[in-house]
């Protein structure tokens, strides 16, 4: 069964290395109402499939700048659109065979702001014709929920608040206790009030996964009522909350509806937090009914996946910070 145990872990660990690389970019500057400036970055992987981005066809690009930057290959064009860009379509190709994903920028000379996440070909973004609030938050709300099914880091630390209520009341508790926290973090440095800390966000999100595992597996310790504690969990949810403003700082709020596209953003990450919670509660409370001694099983399984992943995320992050900070000296 151990062996399982690792081989899973192992399987596991390649999709969560490929997922903390970044996207491809697709970044559009409006210097006027039809000329823009153009930015393509995408990994340098030999031997991979390169996504490449599709353009509007009444749009003339000049000619290209090329540059490495890090690990990525860089792009640079002018870009003329006689008509604008309102209601233009934009794809990007590749996506599909080098099983990456690309992040679509476009800031307008007026202010004006959209981002798309993009993951498969012939997956398009079309530039509304008028932004109103209401379209501003309904593409944030969309991007907090996808943000959120897609950050397994994110997803095995609420497995562990799951794992670790004793009762659907500690349940509600741990869980309001981390949206409070990431929420007010999230608030905070998208607003400019903190800044951004992302360079040991991420080892800092690992150790929380890795404290719930270790928590969990006192299985004595992790059924009595009294050990859940709710601060603890708050404060948790601080360091989320950082962790999900770099993304949104990634994909930018619209200058005109910041406040609109922070609360969409963060209801949108609760709303996917609740669909994964009830939906693995749900398969908990199915395997129930099939076997008494299969919930266990499924219990240590995923304390198992949690500490492996934790431990392997932990010293990835850790060698990524050491490395970068011989680099500063």
């Not at 991007?143 to 009762?167: M, Q, Y």
């Not at 309001?176 to 926290?181: E, I, L, P, R, S």
Request: glycine letters at 8%; charged letters at 15%; proline letters at 4%.
């Amino acid at each position: 069964m151990k062996k399982v145990f690792v081989l899973l872990i192992a399987l596991l660990a390649s999709p969560a290395f490929a997922h903390k690389l970044a996207p491809s970019l697709l970044e559009i500057e409006g210097s006027t109402a039809q000329t823009f400036d153009v930015l393509w970055r995408t990994p340098a992987v030999s031997g991979a499939v390169s996504p490449e981005p599709v353009f509007p066809a009444d749009c003339q690009l000049g000619e290209p700048r090329q540059q490495a930057v890090g690990t990525s290959m860089e792009w640079h064009w002018a870009m003329t659109c006689p008509e604008g860009l309102e209601g233009k379509t934009f794809k990007v190709m590749g996506l599909t065979a080098s099983r990456t994903a690309a992040l679509l920028k476009i800031e307008l000379a007026d202010g004006r702001s959209y981002s798309q996440l993009l993951r498969r070909d012939g997956q398009s973004y079309t530039l509304p014709k008028e932004s109103g609030t209401l379209a501003v938050v309904w593409q944030y709300f969309v991007l907090g929920i996808e943000h959120i099914l897609i950050g397994l880091d994110h997803l095995l630390f609420v497995t562990g608040l799951l794992l670790l209520a004793a009762s659907w009341k500690q349940l509600l508790v741990t869980v309001t206790a981390f949206t409070v926290g990431h929420s007010v973090t999230l608030a905070c440095v998208s607003l400019g009030v903190i800044p951004e800390v992302a360079s040991w966000v991420e080892l800092a999100i690992a150790a929380t996964i890795l404290y719930l595992a270790i928590e969990l597996s006192y299985q004595r310790l992790a059924r009595h009522s009294g050990r859940v504690r709710w601060p603890v969990i708050a404060i948790f949810g601080l360091i989320h909350g950082l962790g999900f403003a770099s993304v949104l700082d990634e994909l930018g709020l619209p200058q005109n509806d910041i406040l609109a596209g922070l609360v969409a953003f963060n209801v949108g990450i609760e709303v996917g937090q609740l669909l994964f919670v009830a939906t693995l509660a749900l398969l908990f409370a199915l395997l129930v009914k099939v076997s008494q001694q299969a919930a266990p099983v499924a219990r240590g399984a995923a304390v198992y996946v949690m500490g492996g992943m934790a431990v392997f995320w932990c010293l990835e992050r850790a060698e990524g910070l050491l490395l970068s900070s011989f680099y500063f000296f």
